[in-house]
């Protein structure tokens, strides 16, 4: 059965440092997000990109975050300049349109230290 | 703005008992789409159910069900004869009807505790 995967699996990094976080959708989806979640709490929403563009971002997603999809299978979530902050378990998922289930990958958990 | 609620923070059952998870959710749209995720111990978020706005059936399926009550905006969730296996952290999510990339909106999540 096709999944979202993500890599890796546990990134440490130090504050300041830049990261990429990296998904591979389900391949024959359209619809791509982000999604955090800091340990213990809610998910919440970063980011939504459709045709090559981002769609919704939150306000949590600022100038420090961005979003790309470089070739036909990659989409990658980058973090400028990591903050404390950001350490959370980041999520990427899918879905083939609108109004049907996200499909989530297994997460990255990221520790900024 | 959407906003999901569920006021249960946990819950702990005994094998067999049925649990039931509130869920209640608040939107401006006539359209939307509720959800039901798990998240087991090892943090993946697993996909439960699907329900649209304009359909309250409520239905079985397996050994979940949910009662959908627009009227209340409520969208409870029932797992019945609990297993071991079941314990988890639920979030239900709201999605509403808009142009293109509809992001989900999670509740704060009920963790499920089942003891054998």
């Known amino acids: 059965e096709p999944e979202v995967t993500q890599t890796p699996s546990h990134q440490v990094t130090q504050m300041g440092q830049e990261v990429i976080l990296r998904c591979v959708p389900i391949s024959n989806h359209l619809y791509f997000y982000w999604y955090r979640q800091i340990l213990g709490q809610k998910v919440e929403f970063l980011v939504s990109f459709y045709n090559n563009e981002i769609s919704e971002k939150s306000e949590i997603f600022d100038d420090q975050f961005s979003v790309e999809r470089p070739d036909g299978s990659n989409f990658t979530l980058k973090i400028r300049s990591t903050k404390l902050e950001d350490s959370a378990m980041y999520f990427c998922a899918s879905n083939r349109g609108d109004y049907n289930e996200q499909f989530f990958g297994p997460g990255t958990r990221l520790t900024v230290l | 703005a959407q906003k999901v609620t569920q006021a249960q923070t946990e819950i702990s059952v005994v094998e067999k008992e049925d649990v039931t998870l509130d869920c209640v959710y608040e939107?401006?749209?006539?359209?939307?789409?509720l959800f039901w995720y798990k998240q087991p111990p090892s943090g993946e978020l697993v996909f439960l159910i699907r329900r649209n706005s304009f359909d309250e059936q409520n239905e079985i399926s397996g050994r979940y069900s949910w009662n959908f009550q627009k009227s209340t905006s409520s969208f409870n969730f029932t797992i019945t004869a609990s297993q071991v296996v079941d314990s988890a952290v639920y979030f239900c999510a709201l999605s509403e009807n808009k142009a293109a990339g509809n992001k989900l909106t999670f509740g704060g999540g009920t963790r499920v505790l089942v003891k054998p």
């Open positions: 939107t401006r749209d006539t359209t939307y789409y």
